[in-house]
C-alpha cells in the first residue's frame, strides 16, 4: 500500500485544474475561498507554484469592495446545485467582472493562510516576494469586513447565511430557521445525486438557504440591506477567529516584508478591538466555551460545536478560559467512545453523527484545533486530536466527513460525503510533517 502521503498527494494533484482546485470531483466542481486556503497549505509542502497559483487564482476573483465570494464559478457545470444562474453575482455594481460567483463569502483564511506558506517554504526570499505580491488584496479583504459588516462597530462581523460559516447545516442553525417561514420552493437537489440524502441537509433546510438568497438578490446584494433585513444575522466564533489569526499573521508578514506602518497600525487596532469584544461577548462562562450571537434577534445561541474551541487557533482565550474550554472538551467530545472533534456536542439531542455539520468529524477544524491546543501548551490532547485524524483518513480514505463514534469503525465504512476530499488530503500532509 502506499503511503499516506503519498496518497494525500494524488488526490490534491487528481483535483488541480491548472489554476486552482476543486474540492472534490462531481460533488464540489468549482473553487471554494476556504478551501482554496487550506488546499495551498497541502500544496506548499510539496509544489509551492501550485500553492502560490491557487491562491492568486482566488484573490483574482476579488470585487472592487474588497469582497471574495465563497464559490467562484470558473467552468459551467450542472452537477452543483445553486449555480452560477441562481445566485447572479452581476447584481452587485462592484462585483468581479471577469468570474461569476456567489454573493456571499466564506471564513477568510487567506492571511494564516501567507503565513503557513511562509513557514514551510524553504526558499524564503522568493516566497516573501510572492506574498508582498498579493497581500495587499488579503488586507483589502479585512477593510471590507470591518467597514461592511460591523453594524454596531464592535470588532465582530457578522455572516448572513450559514453557507458563510463553513458549517452549513449545523444545528444551530435550527433556532434562526425557527424565525423564518420561507416558500417552499421548487427546484433539483444535485448534491444527493452524488452523495446519500442521510448525510446532506434536508430539503426545507434549503427553502431556508434559498430564501435569505432570494432577499439579497433583492437588494442587489448590498451590504446595508442585507444588514437591515436578512432574516440570518449571525457574529460567529469560528469566522471571527479565522479573521483575528489572518490579522496576526498579516501583521508579522507585513513586518516582514518591511514598511507599510499605516496598514500594521491598523490590524492592531482591530485585533485589539475584536479580541476584546470576542472575549466578551461570545465566551459562554456557563458552558464553558465560545458560543456564536443572533445578532437579527439580538441573542446568544447557546450551543457547543467544533467552532467553540476554534478561538484557541487564533490565541484568543486568556489561558484561564482556556483551561475552561479543555475541560468542556475533554468531558463532552472526548469520552473513549468518541475520535476527536466532532462538529457539534455529542451530548447533546440535535446530535447527528452522519450528517454532515450535525455531529461528523471534519478535518479542518482538527488541524485547527490541533495546532490551537499545542500553542497553548495542551500537547497531550492535541497528540490525539492528531492521531484521531490520521486513523480516521488511514481506516476510510480521504472522506470530507468521518462518523465519530468509535464503535462505527469497524469495517472502513464511516467516512461520509465526498471522497478524495482536497482538505483533507493536504491538512494531513502538513500534519504529517
Ligand atoms: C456547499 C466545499 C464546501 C465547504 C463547506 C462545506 C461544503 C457545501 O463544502 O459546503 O454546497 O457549499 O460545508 O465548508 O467549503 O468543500
Redesign the pocket.
Known sequence: MKKLQEQAIEVLNNNWTGSFSI?CANL?PFQ?F??SGLIAIGFAHFDMPKAEKEIETLLDAQWENGFIPHIIFHTENDSYFPGASFHRSDLHPLASKKYKSTGMT?PPVTGFVLEEMYKISNQKEASLKYIASVIDKVYFNHEYFYKNRDPQNEGLVYIYHN?ES???NSPIWDDIWETMNPPEYTFERR?TTHVDAAQRPSKREYDHYLHIIEIAKEHNYSDEKIAELSPFLVQDPLFNAMLIKSNESLITLYKLIGGNIDKIEQLKKWQEKSKESFNNKLFDDELGAYIHYDLRNEKPLRYLSSSSFSPLFANIPTKEKADKMIKVMIEKFGGEHQYLCASFDPTSALFNPKKY?RGPVWINLNWMLFNGLNNYGYTDIAERVKQDTISLIKNNGFYEYFDSRKEMHTNGKAGYGGNNFSWSAALLIDLLE
Open positions: 474540492p464540489y471554494w476556504w478551501d466564506q453557507w463553513g458549517t452549513d448534491d455539520w
